[in-house]
């Protein structure tokens, strides 16, 4: 593809926000795809958002974390159908007069996932925020349409429960505790932030199950090591992140990701983090 001839903008929104991996993965799919794309972090909340996104009206597109994924959904002129049944968003496009909120993290999931030796009947999921939601959506795709959700408070679960009842999922509510007979499931998903799945490490895990733990720094999570000492299959949050970034670009850019570039740009960043 032939150079771009004028500098286009596209960023990450969230906070905290210092320690993204999109811009390392996007600037190298923009810079292999020969466009010339400034590609910037953005430390951004909430409440922040009608600003920065009013300031920016001319940009490529955004990123999207924590916490500002299902505020996405207010701020933003329009929803796509997916983004809509997550109940989140981690994408910001153009849109006739304004922005399309979309979702990328299924697409993630998906091709994280894609690999597995057999196909999981049973899931359980550890957390209920938006990349939990993300989850829900993404269980369809895998052929699993039952799953336990374990949580630390069942009065926080509004969001979740919605999701599941709109991707026709059957979902189980149960307190987060590390003798859960769910822990059992085929695929177990920890979307809970650094160390809060470290608990659940020596449980004992099988050889059938599959671990995906969606953090990436500090890889592997003593969760994960575990799972993989036992034989289990195990995915990471690099490896989620990539695709759901390769989506992105995709999206902003109309072309197909060169996902081996982002994959090198990420292990060069991170050497460690599973990709």
Request: one cysteine or more.
């Amino acid at each position: 593809m032939a150079a771009s001839t004028a500098r286009r903008h596209a960023g990450v929104l969230g906070r905290p926000i210092t320690h993204s991996l999109s811009p390392v993965l996007h600037r190298a799919a923009y810079s292999a795809l020969g466009l010339d794309v400034d590609y910037t972090a953005l430390d951004c909340g909430v409440a922040e958002l009608p600003e920065v996104l009013a300031a920016r009206a001319d940009w490529l597109g955004f990123s999207a974390t924590m916490p500002v994924k299902r505020a996405l959904l207010d701020v933003a002129d329009d929803v796509s159908a997916l983004a809509r049944t997550v109940g989140a968003a981690n994408t910001l496009l153009p849109a006739a007069g304004g922005w399309l909120a979309d979702n990328t993290d299924v697409a993630g999931i998906t091709a994280t996932l894609a690999d597995l030796p057999a196909s999981p009947r049973t899931a359980t999921v550890l957390g209920a925020g938006g990349t939990a939601q993300a989850v829900l959506a993404a269980l369809p795709h895998l052929g699993v349409t039952r799953c336990t959700v374990l949580v630390r408070d069942r009065a926080r679960t509004a969001e979740v429960r919605a999701t599941a009842t709109r991707c026709d999922v059957d979902v189980t509510v149960a307190l987060l505790d590390v003798d859960a007979d769910a822990l059992g499931a085929d695929l177990v998903v920890s979307t809970l932030p650094a160390g809060a799945a470290d608990p659940f490490a020596p449980r004992r895990w099988a050889p059938r199950q599959t671990l995906l733990d969606v953090i990436y720094a500090g890889w592997p999570t003593p969760l994960a090591g575990a799972a993989a000492a036992a034989g289990a299959q195990v995915r990471g949050g690099a490896t989620m992140l990539l695709h759901q970034a390769a989506e992105q670009v995709r999206l902003m850019t109309g072309c197909p990701a060169p996902v081996d570039a982002m994959r090198a740009a990420l292990l060069a960043a991170e050497p460690d983090c599973g990709a």
